[in-house]
T-cell receptor
Framework: GAVVSQHPSWVICKSGTSVKIECRSL??????MFWYRQFPKQSLMLMAT?????????EQGVEKDKFLINHASLTLSTLTVTSAHPEDSSFYIC???????????FGPGTRLLVL | AQSVTQPDIHITVSEGASLELRCNYS??????LFWYVQSPGQGLQLLLK??????LVQGIKGFEAEFKRSQSSFNLRKPSVHWSDAAEYFC???????????FGAGTRLFVKA
C-alpha cells in the first residue's frame, strides 16, 4: 500500500516551454501533497505544500507564478513549470500524506532537463 | 527551530559488516522521526519511523533505529550490510500541527566487497 506515482519519469524540453508533472496516490486518498526539488548530491528542498481543493502554500523563495501547483482531487496533484529555463533543470519529487498521519510517501521523481 | 544533522556525508563499509548512520535533531517537542533511503535516480522509500512508544524501532530490510531523547539522536543501524544497501540515506524530523518535515543533508553509503 501507500504507492505514489509520478509522470513523466523524465522530460527534456526547450527553453521557454512549459512542462507539467503529475503526482498520483494510487491506493490511498492524499489530503496533502508536497513538491520537492533536489539538486545533485543534495537533500530535498520543499517547494510547496498543497491541500486538496485549496491553493498551494509556497516556501520562501519559490516563485508561485513559475511553479504552478494544482491539487484538484484527493489522488492527483500537478506541478507545471512555466516558461522553463536551463536553471530549472532538476529532479522533482512529490510526496503524499493522509490527514492525521505524519508519514509522507514519495513518488519516484521526475528528472527535468531544459535545453 | 527544528533541524536535522547528519554528520557523515559519506560512509564506506565492507559487505557483511555492521552499519550505524548518525542523526541528530533539534525540535521543541516530542518529534516524529523518519529514516528514508534513496537509490540513484529514484524517490525516497520509508525505512522506519518513530512516533512514540518503544524507542527501538524496527524497519524494513533489516534496519533498526533507536530514539535517544537525552542525546537528541535517532541513529540507524544494521547488523550486516549487503551490497544492495548502497544508497543515500536521509533522516527527517516532523511534528503535529502542520509542522513541516525537515530532511537532513543525507549520508551516502558505499559498500565494498
Amino acid at each position: 500500500g501507500a504507492v505514489v506515482s509520478q509522470h513523466p519519469s523524465w522530460v527534456i524540453c526547450k527553453s521557454g516551454t512549459s512542462v507539467k508533472i503529475e503526482c498520483r496516490s494510487l491506493d490511498f486518498q492524499a489530503t496533502t501533497m508536497f513538491w520537492y526539488r533536489q539538486f545533485p548530491k543534495q537533500s530535498l528542498m520543499l517547494m510547496a505544500t498543497s491541500n486538496e481543493g485549496s491553493k498551494a502554500t509556497y516556501e520562501q523563495g519559490v516563485e508561485k507564478d513559475k511553479f504552478l501547483i494544482n491539487h484538484a482531487s484527493l489522488t492527483l496533484s500537478t506541478l507545471t513549470v512555466t516558461s522553463a529555463h536551463p536553471e530549472d533543470s532538476s529532479f522533482y519529487i512529490c510526496s503524499a500524506r493522509v490527514q492525521g498521519v505524519e508519514t509522507q510517501y514519495f513518488g519516484p521523481g521526475t528528472r527535468l532537463l531544459v535545453l | 527551530a527544528q533541524s536535522v544533522t547528519q554528520p557523515d556525508i559519506h560512509i564506506t563499509v565492507s559487505e557483511g559488516a555492521s552499519l550505524e548512520l548518525r542523526c541528530n535533531y533539534s525540535y521543541g517537542a516530542t518529534p516524529y522521526l523518519f529514516w528514508y533511503v534513496q537509490s540513484p535516480g529514484q524517490g525516497l522509500q520509508l525505512l522506519l519511523k518513530y512516533f512514540s512508544g518503544d524507542t527501538l524501532v524496527q524497519g524494513i530490510k533489516g534496519f533498526e533505529a533507536e530514539f535517544k531523547r537525552s542525546q537528541s539522536s535517532f541513529n540507524l543501524r544494521k547488523p550486516s550490510v549487503h551490497w544492495s544497501d548502497a544508497a543515500e540515506y536521509f533522516c527527517a524530523v516532523g511534528g503535529t500541527g502542520g509542522f513541516k518535515t525537515i530532511f537532513g543533508a543525507g549520508t551516502r553509503l558505499f559498500v565494498k566487497a
